[in-house]
């Protein structure tokens, strides 16, 4: 019974590391951030009537290359060969021989001694999300994965433009900062954000400034308190500094009060002279 349990976790080892690894990569693939009232949405891997897959390649895999090094890769999630898989050497860090590129998320062959070398170059579990242009969220978000090897560290930025009419792969391979660090582009309107107008939750510079106001009176109240107590001995109400003023203010607010009043209305019969006028 001991031996049937063991084995039974055995087995099911990997459907929960498959579930555990599905979990992780709906969550790389959903991106979110606030803007000037505005909710900006992105969830990569979402299907749509017109894209069943989302952002992630249909053929199991992204291809391009350039001056001799080619680069497999998908987005949000690892590759997978049905047909023309890579063919290259020291494949063990993604896949092994047999399995080459089934391993890792993207995967670069280069030229060495003539023949062609395989380097990792991104993980699903290093897979983050951020956006192109920090001003401009409609563009499209920038998907970046990288793997950090014995000899090289090595990264891969793929940048997925918003474009709603047309999806179009990866057709150049720039090298930046490093021997072993790369970017690319598609097109793609798993790019395109949803955007959500949300309610403004600041107070806004004439909260701001009554609060500060607020504040100051408050300051200023405690301390004439303090000083008047401590140093001047003065007990009771007769503490609260200027009390005089404070009395008269709900006074002199009200006579303003009425004094604009009568500017927008005009004197009133009471203010007009009672003198009757005399005909000579």
């Known amino acids: 019974m001991q031996l049937r349990s063991f084995l039974l976790h055995i087995l099911t080892l990997p459907i929960l590391y498959r579930f555990g690894a599905i979990h992780s990569v709906s969550d790389i693939c959903e991106f979110s951030i606030t803007q000037k009232n505005k909710l900006y949405s992105y969830s990569l891997a979402s299907p749509s009537e017109t894209f069943p897959h989302g952002v992630l390649s249909e053929d199991g895999y992204y291809k391009v290359s350039s001056n001799g090094t080619v680069i497999w890769f998908q987005l949000c999630d690892g590759m997978i060969f049905n047909h023309d898989p890579p063919r290259c050497f020291d494949c063990w860090g993604c896949g092994g021989s047999s399995r080459c590129g089934t391993g890792c998320s993207a995967?670069?062959?280069?030229?060495?001694?003539?023949?062609?070398?395989?380097?990792?170059?991104?993980?699903?579990?290093?897979?983050?999300?951020?956006?192109?242009?920090?001003?401009?969220?409609?563009?499209?978000?920038?998907?970046?994965?990288?793997?950090q090897g014995s000899e090289l560290n090595c990264s891969l930025s793929v940048s997925v433009i918003c474009d709603s009419k047309q999806v179009q792969g990866p057709k150049t391979l720039e090298r930046v900062g490093g021997l072993c660090n790369f970017a690319t582009q598609i097109m793609h309107p798993a790019g395109c954000a949803n955007v959500l107008y949300t309610k403004g939750s600041g107070l806004g510079w004439f909260g701001t400034l009554l609060i500060t106001l607020l504040c100051l009176l408050g300051g200023y109240l405690i301390a004439g308190a303090a000083y008047r107590f401590f140093y001047l001995g003065i007990r009771g109400i007769d503490n609260i500094p200027n009390l005089e003023f404070w009395a008269s203010l709900p006074h002199r607010v009200r006579s303003l009060f009425m004094s604009l009043i009568r500017r927008v209305r005009g004197p009133s019969q009471s203010y007009r002279s009672s003198y009757s006028p005399v005909d000579f």
């Not at 993980?123 to 994965?145: A, C, E, F, H, Y």
């Open 107 to 147: 995967l670069m062959s280069s030229n060495k001694l003539g023949y062609p070398v395989c380097t990792t170059v991104g993980r699903t579990q290093s897979i983050t999300t951020d956006l192109i242009d920090k001003n401009n969220p409609d563009k499209g978000v920038v998907v970046k994965m990288w793997h």
